[in-house]
């Protein structure tokens, strides 16, 4: 399969990449600086705000995987981003758009998602509120898009291959912890490419 993997050298970029490779994907990573890619990745230098150039990008590609992290003091420019992202993908004709989400979205009770709940630090309801909105602009696209939501706690880990998938609903664990590794969040990824089972949907993940 012939990925396109925009901000393959983050902490879920990097990982995702790693493991499509691993599976013998053809990967082509789009970053701002590619001298932070591994040596040998096929790369190009991107970021996100020409559709023109987002689209010659994915042209041929049978999917397309943003990992896109928007400046932290400036969290909405994922969502201008995200909009310029999704007419390349009708333009050039890209089957497929997996989207790295956020967990804010993700219902806690039922009606009531983790932002609402007035539960999530203060500190992550910035990208938690743009994220919800990159949401909302997937589900009013005529594209084919996943949108796919870590646990609340997303950091560097193991790759263990055990975890569990949901829909919209908040993961946790019989001590009521809501997390994931990039590493297993990367394989979970890598087999929706695979093996589409969330198309034009929200889906999630945790252990």
Do not use: C
């Amino acid at each position: 399969m012939n990925v396109v993997l925009y901000g393959a050298s983050g902490n879920a970029g990097s990982r995702i990449l790693q493991e499509l490779q691993s599976r013998g994907h053809n990967v082509t990573a789009v970053v701002r600086n590619p001298a932070k890619l591994p040596a040998g990745t096929p790369s190009r230098q991107d970021d996100l705000s020409d559709v023109s150039r987002i689209a010659s990008i994915l042209a041929g590609a049978d999917a397309v995987v943003s990992a896109y992290a928007p400046p932290q003091n400036d969290t909405d420019q994922i969502l201008g981003a995200t909009e310029r992202l999704v007419q390349a993908v009708q333009k050039a004709g890209t089957p497929r758009l997996i989207v790295v989400g956020g967990a804010g979205s993700l219902e806690v009770a039922p009606g009531v998602t983790l932002l609402a709940s007035g539960h999530l630090p203060q500190a992550w309801v910035p990208i938690a509120t743009s994220h919800a909105h990159v949401l909302q602009m997937l589900a009013a696209s005529s594209i084919n898009w996943t949108y796919f939501s870590p646990a609340a706690f997303f950091e560097p880990g193991t790759r263990t291959g055990k975890f569990r998938l949901g829909t919209n609903q908040l993961i946790g664990d019989e001590n009521g912890q809501s997390r994931i590794s990039f590493e297993d969040y990367a394989v979970a990824l890598a087999d929706e490419l695979e093996k589409p089972a969330h198309q034009r949907a929200q889906f999630t993940i945790g252990y």
